[in-house]
């Protein structure tokens, strides 16, 4: 068979994947472009949710090499609810990556009062590739669902090289305590257990170096937790990078213990 000839199994996998992401726009389409509308209905935990980010963000500035306060990305971007709220608090730059085109016409408009730096990309996740070396902090919140698996390592495979050499990725994201993935149809998405993300993000070549469970959510709702991400640049620099996280988990956790006393 032709290398460039899909057999009956690749065209049926491909067009589950499509059926996947063609619901989840048509869903998010018919979704009023507010933050109730991008939280569920949720509303009342948005200030809670963006005070947990803030303090997650100045806990990644606690570590010994920090990244930079230049430029940021916020992928899946939505009506802008999270650039917004903390992002340009924290960053001069921010540009915003989101698919849904009445989202981001929405951000522009809310945002142009602000003075907003930045650009806007109209594009899912699973196509989107950032520029080479621009980015200090790339945070990624409630939009991990809505990609495969194999899109989710292909995409975190391509943010690497987006990043500032010090620069960081952060993934928030809700997470099953089942052990399993949990599919709502009701927008083509999945929610993945923590070992599952975890393995996916060491598939792209990434390793986990700090996490934080966002707390004051009502019980009723998933776990959701802020996960720090960063690569190795070469082989040669693994040991290195792996020291330097763990003398930054120590200054931390030092810092930590002198507060508390």
Not at 57 to 74: F, T
Not at 96 to 106: G, I, M, N, T
């Amino acid at each position: 068979m032709d290398s460039d000839t899909k057999s009956d199994f690749d065209i049926e996998v491909d067009s589950k994947e499509s059926a996947f992401y063609l619901d989840a726009a048509k869903y998010w389409e018919q979704v009023p472009p507010t933050v109730d509308g991008m939280l569920g209905g949720l509303s009342s935990i948005s200030d809670i949710d963006l005070k947990g980010s803030q303090r997650f963000l100045n806990s990644i500035y606690q570590l010994v090499e920090c990244p930079g306060k230049e430029r940021a990305l916020d992928g899946g971007a939505g009506i802008g609810r999270i650039t917004q709220g903390f992002l340009m608090k924290n960053f001069p730059v921010v540009d915003l990556v989101e698919q849904d085109r009445h989202f981001l016409e929405e951000a522009k408009k809310s945002l142009k009062p602000t003075y907003h730096r930045g650009q806007f990309f109209n594009i899912g996740l699973q196509k989107f590739t950032p520029e080479t070396c621009v980015y200090d902090i790339m945070w990624v919140q409630w939009v991990l669902g809505h990609l495969t698996d194999e899109d989710l390592i292909s995409f975190l495979k391509r943010c690497k090289l987006g990043l500032k050499p010090r620069g960081l990725i952060v993934l928030k994201e809700n997470l099953t305590s089942s052990g399993e993935v949990e599919m709502d149809n009701t927008d083509s998405s999945v929610t993945r257990p923590h070992a599952l993300l975890v393995e996916l993000i060491k598939k792209a070549g990434l390793r986990v170096i700090k996490e934080q469970k966002q707390q004051r959510f009502p019980s009723d709702l998933y776990e959701v937790k802020s996960m720090l991400i960063f690569f190795f640049l070469h082989e040669k620099m693994e040991e290195k990078q792996r020291n330097t996280a763990t003398a930054n988990l120590k200054h931390l956790n030092s810092k930590l213990k002198r507060r508390r006393q």
